[in-house]
């Protein structure tokens, strides 16, 4: 074990326009050691993109933290966000 701590998140995008969209992915509101992934969704099709995250317990200052997960389009037209929590070990 590495002894960092992970939480799993899973995006569920829709393609609502008439092309496929390349999208990308991150994470902002806590130092995450997770890089920014893509996804190609094709025109009309739903995916559903799974996110890693795993953080050192030496950041995490209390037991739940915030997080803001951000998809965005390559050519930045198309952006949303979701507000999230990261939840680590309770404190002994």
């Known amino acids: 074990m590495d002894?960092?701590?992970?939480n799993v998140?899973?995006?569920k995008i829709i393609n609502k326009g008439g092309g496929a969209v390349s999208f990308r992915f991150q994470l902002t509101g806590a130092?995450?050691?997770s890089e920014d992934r893509y996804?190609?969704?094709a025109a009309g099709e739903?995916?559903?993109a799974v996110v890693r995250v795993r953080v050192n317990p030496a950041y995490l200052k209390q037991r739940?933290?915030?997080l803001t997960l951000v998809v965005e389009s390559g050519d930045t037209r198309l952006k949303a966000s979701e507000a999230a929590?990261?939840?680590g070990?309770?404190?002994k």
């Open 64 to 66: 739940s933290s915030e």
């Open 89 to 91: 070990p309770s404190a």
């Open 31 to 33: 130092r995450v050691l």
């Open 9 to 11: 998140y899973t995006l």
């Open 85 to 87: 929590r990261f939840l």
């Open 46 to 48: 739903f995916r559903n």
């Open 39 to 41: 996804i190609a969704v």
């Open 3 to 6: 002894g960092l701590i992970e």
